[in-house]
């Protein structure tokens, strides 16, 4: 199976995620010429990355998987500071309806982003502005959210002072945010008129009082005053999103039904809300399910995986601004699900949303020294619950798609799986937290790096197999890194 895909920006979340849960079903991911493509702040040739969309899926592709905002800006970031107009960006998005005109049966699935308002003064990812107002703006959001709230409800829509934002600043910042809102109005139309389908609609970094909930409610006004015969779906996620329309395109292909059991070891824990999220765990993880092609296992019905959550920590831990301490009972309920999983006889993906940014390096440790760890088909622990949760689920539904079909590559299989507990938990978790206090990027840096994953990868079950490669830092700060898992016998 080859499939098409346009992605969110040129990250390796973004480019390779999806590209490694392909190969685990023993598919093939096809992309635009990096060339075409963002470098962080700098767009991507929107014109050119349409064009390159229309031609690849006139070709032999069996699937198509679009991220609007590369589609109609050149990238993620570019969706928050360029200054394109909305007819413009509605001209690029009208690709899509000369797709489906040129292949009529081509599935095509969509996603498009609720723009974001993170609560914070970093400014990298950005208007120019951000580093004063930013976590302003992200107030300000809240504070509207409310207040429409109270037009609905007969509350006072004026009861909160609005933070201190200089005209200007507001207006510029609200006029990209109305753009943006358009363009996540005429994709509803497209999912309406069977231009593509699925449509997700997810919120990066948000809140349950923010811009971008408000957003999404009205969308959901839209699509049940719509009614379209195509699948919408809203939750909280970005960078997992390519790889789980990847697992989604590889399900529909393979045509038989996916059952996933959500369990946790803290049952009560999926219904927490972990930090820039809108959505409990537990409702989550079921959207994740089913945006990746799979359904939820009814009680009594047999799984085909078992989904565990390491359920996200009361105290919003973070291992950025907020690390946590350690928690023996909840690392021993997880382990415990994680056995009960097992036992069952059904695969077990594990999904790590006890802390932000990174997996809980006592969880990993418990695994290992119970035999449990080597024997999970997918895991993950990185940056959000959404972002977790979602490439958990691409892994564990292409596993199962390509063991039923017999396409199942192993190899690649056990990479993915190395790949995240080494990126995941040796770094996120462990390394980045000791050696990156400093702004920037401290001198010898990747190369520090590279030596502790190596130890980390080594200690891993079949980690003795595979050999680490350069690591590198891909938008030149720490909060990312690449680097491949290559067979040690160099096969």
Not at 202 to 229: F, I, K, N
Not at 244 to 253: K, N
Not at 361 to 374: K, N
């Amino acid at each position: 199976m080859h499939i098409a895909l346009l992605p969110l920006d040129e990250r390796p979340v973004n480019t390779r995620l999806p590209a490694d849960v392909a190969a685990i079903a023993g598919a093939r991911t096809v992309l635009p010429d990096p060339a075409l493509l963002p470098a962080m702040r700098t767009p991507g040739n929107a014109d050119l990355l349409g064009q390159w969309l229309l031609d690849t899926c006139g070709r032999d592709v069996d699937a198509a998987v679009v991220c609007v905002e590369m589609l109609v800006h050149g990238g993620l970031i570019p969706a928050r500071t360029t200054a394109d107009d909305t007819l413009t960006v509605l001209r690029r998005l009208g690709a899509l309806r000369e797709l489906r005109a040129a292949r009529p049966h081509l599935p095509v699935s969509a996603v498009s982003l609720v723009t974001r308002a993170s609560d914070s003064y970093h400014g990298d990812e950005e208007p120019p502005y951000w580093p004063q107002y930013g976590r302003e703006l992200h107030a300000l959001g809240g504070v509207l959210h409310r207040a429409h709230h109270g037009d609905l409800t007969g509350g006072d829509p004026g009861a909160e002072t609005p933070p201190a934002v200089p005209a200007d600043i507001r207006s510029d910042f609200e006029l990209r945010r109305l753009r943006n809102h358009v363009v996540n109005l005429e994709a509803l139309r497209l999912l309406a008129e069977g231009v593509v389908d699925p449509l997700l609609i997810t919120a990066d970094d948000t809140a349950v009082h923010s811009a971008g909930s408000v957003e999404q409610s009205w969308l959901r006004h839209w699509s049940r005053a719509l009614q379209p015969d195509g699948t919408l779906l809203m939750y909280p996620g970005a960078d997992e999103v390519g790889a789980v329309l990847v697992a989604r395109s590889l399900a529909a292909g393979h045509g038989r039904p996916i059952r996933i059991r959500v369990t946790a070891g803290d049952p009560a824990g999926l219904d927490l809300v972990a930090p820039y999220e809108n959505l409990p765990a537990g409702a989550g993880a079921r959207r994740q399910v089913h945006a990746a092609g799979a359904h939820i296992a009814a009680d009594g019905q047999d799984a085909d995986v078992v989904l565990v959550l390491h359920t996200p920590d009361p105290a919003r831990t973070d291992w950025l601004g907020n690390p946590p301490a350690p928690d023996a009972a909840a690392v021993a309920a997880t382990v415990k699900a994680v056995r009960e999983a097992f036992d069952s006889g059904a695969p077990v993906a594990l999904a790590d949303v006890r802390h932000t940014n990174g997996g809980d390096p006592d969880l990993v440790e418990a695994l290992l020294g119970e035999g449990l760890l080597g024997g999970l088909v997918a895991y993950g622990g990185w940056n959000t619950a959404g972002n977790t949760i979602g490439s958990v689920v691409a892994a564990a539904v292409a596993t199962v798609v390509g063991t039923r079909d017999g396409t199942l590559d192993a190899g690649a299989a056990q990479r993915l799986l190395l790949h995240r507990l080494v990126e995941d938990h040796a770094y996120q978790a462990v390394a980045r937290t000791r050696l990156a206090g400093a702004p920037g990027v401290p001198t010898g840096y990747t190369d520090t790096v590279h030596g502790e994953l190596s130890a980390a990868l080594r200690r891993l079950p079949g980690g003795e197999s595979w050999r680490l490669g350069e690591v590198s830092l891909p938008w030149r700060r720490t909060f990312e890194i690449d680097f491949e898992l290559t067979p040690a016998g160099g096969a």
